[in-house]
C-alpha cells in the first residue's frame, strides 16, 4: 500500500498526475491523506495522527508539497514534514540529478557543462541544525547543529554503496576549515570508507568549494555525501543544470525498504491552480519509489523512459521554455507507457 499526501500548492496537481502513471502501470493501491497546511485547516495539526499512522503502515509515501503564506505562524506545515522524517526514521535523502540533451536549453549553463552529468546528493535528513537546539529572544537567537559518530557513518555508507555501484567516486562535503561537526564528519567519512569501501575513491571538499564546483564542472562529480543544510542548498543549486528544480525528484530512506519520495521543489502558491506545474520531478519520485520500496524495477524503468520520450518530443512547461499544460505532460508520460 502506498500513502498519497496531496499537501499544498501545487502539490495536488502534480500529485494527481503522478497517480495517474501509477495507474498505467498497475499499481491501484494509494490512500490519501491530509498533510501539511491543508490538515491544519481541517485538524489544526500539520501532521494529524491518522496520517501518520497511514504512513507508518504504508509500504512507501508519495508526498507532494507543503507550506505557503497561509501558514506563516505556528503550527507551520513545515515542522510537519520534519516530525514525519524522523518518525519513519528516513534519515537519507537521494537526490539524483541528471541533464537531459533536448533541455540543455533550459539550465543557464552552457550546453558544454551541463552535458553528460549524472550525479546523486545524499543529504542526511534527521539530523544537523535543523533539528538542533534552538531558541530566539527580541535581539538575539541561536541554532545548534550536532551530529554523532552513528548518524554520519549511516549516511557515508550509503553513499559509498552508491558510488561503488556508479563510478566509484565519493566526495564528502563538509565545513571543517571552521566547523566541528564537520571535523567529525570527515573523520568518520575517511574511517568507514578505508574500512568498508577500499576500492572507492573518497575526496573531501568544502561546501563553498562544492557549490562553486557543481556550477563550473558538474561532471566532476559522482555521489555527494553531505550533512543536511549544506545538502539542502546543494542539491537547490544542483537543480539549474537539469534546467529547472521541477524537475528533480527525491527518496528519503532509514535502514529498511520503506521510504518517502518528494519531488525537491517547494508549493509553488503562485502558480497553484494555473494548470502550468511540472509534474515532471513527481512522477520520477515515484519511479524512485518503484524501484527502490517496492522492488519494480521494469515499471520504473518503463516510467522514466516515458518522461525521457516526452522530454524528446519538447512536452514541457513553462519553466523549461515550453508551453504544456501540467496535465498534458501527464497525457505525454502516461501515453509513452
Partial sequence: MIAVLPGDGIGPEVIAEAVRVLDAVGITDLREAKFGGCAIDATGA???????????????????????????????????????????GVYANLRP???????????????????GVDLIIVRELTGGIYFGNKASTADSAFDTCAYTEH???????????????????????????VLETSRLWRRVAEKVVDEEFPDVLLTHQLVDSCAMQLIRDPRAFDVIVTENMFGDIL????????????????????????????????????IAGKGIANPLGTILSAA??????????????AIEGAVSAAVERGVLTRDLGGTASCREVGDAVVGGL
Fill in 288 to 301: 524512485m519509489m518503484l524501484r527502490l520500496s517496492l522492488r519494480m524495477h521494469a515499471e520504473a524503468d
Fill in 46 to 88: 500539520p501532521l494529524p495522527d491518522q496520517t501518520l499512522a497511514l504512513c507508518k503502515e504504508a509500504d512507501a509515501i508519495l508526498l507532494g508539497a507543503v507550506g505557503g503564506p497561509n501558514w506563516d505562524k505556528p503550527p507551520r506545515p513545515e515542522a510537519g514534514l520534519l516530525t514525519l522524517r524522523k518518525e519513519l
Fill in 151 to 177: 548518524e554520519v557513518a549511516r549516511l557515508v555508507r550509503i553513499g559509498a554503496a552508491l558510488a561503488q555501484r556508479r563510478r566509484k567516486r565519493l566526495c564528502s562535503v563538509d565545513k571543517a576549515n
Fill in 97 to 115: 540529478v541528471a541533464a537531459h540533451r533536448r533541455l540543455a536549453h533550459a539550465s543557464t549553463l552552457r550546453p558544454e557543462v551541463v552535458e
Fill in 235 to 270: 542539491s537547490d543549486e544542483a537543480a539549474m543544470i537539469a534546467g529547472s528544480i521541477g524537475m528533480l525528484p527525491s527518496a528519503s530512506l532509514g535502514d529498511g525498504a520503506r521510504g518517502l519520495y518528494e519531488p525537491i521543489h517547494g508549493s509553488a502558491p503562485d
